[in-house]
Structure formats: C-alpha cells, structure tokens
C-alpha cells in the first residue's frame, strides 16, 4: 500500500496553512505527479473531516499554483462526500527541460521538493543542479515559423550563406544541394 501513498497526500482543513507549496513541488519533480486531497485527514485513517469555505481554499490553491516557477497546471475540483466538502487536486509531473519546479519566495535552495515514500524530500543543492543542468539548450529556434515559407527568405542573402559554406577548406557542405545544407541548418524544419 505505501506505493499507492506517495503519489497521493491528504490534509484536513487545520493543516492547509502549513506549507502547501512543498507537495505542489514535490508531485511537479517527482515521475508520474499525484494527487493532493484537502478535507482529508490522513493522521485520522483517511477520514472525511471536510473544509469550512472550499472555495476560498480552491481559490487559494489555485493562485498558489500560479506562483510556482514553473507554474503548476493543477487539475482542481470540488467534491461532496457524505455531507462534506472536499477538493481534490491532480498535480501532473512537469517535463525534464523545466525541472526542479520550486517555491520562488523560497528559493532554489529551499523551494525544491521532490516525493520520497509518502512524503515530501527537499532537493539537495546538488539535485538541483543536475536538473538544471539536464534542461539542455533551448530548441525554441528549431520551431518552424507560422504562416512562413521558403519564399520569405531573402535570396541573396541565403546564397551568400550557402556560397561561404561551399568554399570552406573540407566542407562537408560542398556537394550539398541547397535545400539538404538549409534542412542540416535548420532554416527548413518539417512541418
């Protein structure tokens, strides 16, 4: 049953002021995300104890979401069970290339949870940095361009390009037709 645990957490109503922010970090970082139950108690064998003003807490929880960095994209709802309100959220794992998800007001250093059995494990600074490090180079300049072709490139300009290419010493490019030396560039990208 402990598998099951570390991808959900439940909190009764008297425990939402502590750190929220932690778990919303730790799911975001952690494979597979989780979920989150609020009116929960998990100390009381996962008793409905159910939330005073669930709007005001799903609002809360919501622009919480909002301000960690990356943003989290929370799947929030509000149900009723047995005469009781409860929210529960599913907190999807963010990709590799915008990892840690962290707490801004706390800081890389202190801000960065990841779930280890059924709890939250802050990062240690080095886990830190071997996530940034994993992001890699940006690839946003591969993206093919909107509404764009071939035809919006300046001629001239792309035959000096692919003259200067051709008459390096060794180049690769030599024998290359045009569009194959542009695709290898990636100034043509498939659409």
């Not at 300009?157 to 037709?177: A, C, H, Q, Y």
């Amino acid at each position: 049953a402990n598998s099951d645990l570390r991808h959900v957490e439940a909190k009764a109503a008297s425990e939402l002021q502590k750190r929220l922010w932690e778990t919303l970090s730790a799911f975001s970082n952690t494979a597979r995300g989780g979920a989150l139950i609020l009116g929960v108690s998990e100390e009381l064998d996962f008793k409905i104890v159910g939330l005073t003003n669930p709007n005001k807490i799903q609002q809360d929880f919501a622009s919480l979401c909002d301000v960690m960095s990356p943003p989290v994209r929370a799947y929030i709802q509000i149900h009723r069970i047995e005469h009781k309100t409860v929210i529960t959220a599913e907190i999807p794992e963010i990709p590799a290339n915008t990892k840690p998800c962290y707490y801004p007001g706390a800081g890389y250093t202190n801000g960065a949870f990841i779930r280890v059995g059924e709890g939250d494990r802050k990062l240690s600074a080095y886990e830190v940095q071997m996530m940034l490090t994993a992001r890699g180079q940006p690839t946003d300049d591969e993206e093919p361009v909107p509404g764009t072709t071939v035809a919006d490139l300046q001629i001239r300009l792309v035959r000096g390009l692919l003259s200067r290419l051709r008459k390096r010493p060794g180049s690769v490019f030599s024998r290359m037709p045009d569009d194959a030396i542009l695709r290898t560039l990636k100034v043509l990208v498939p659409v």
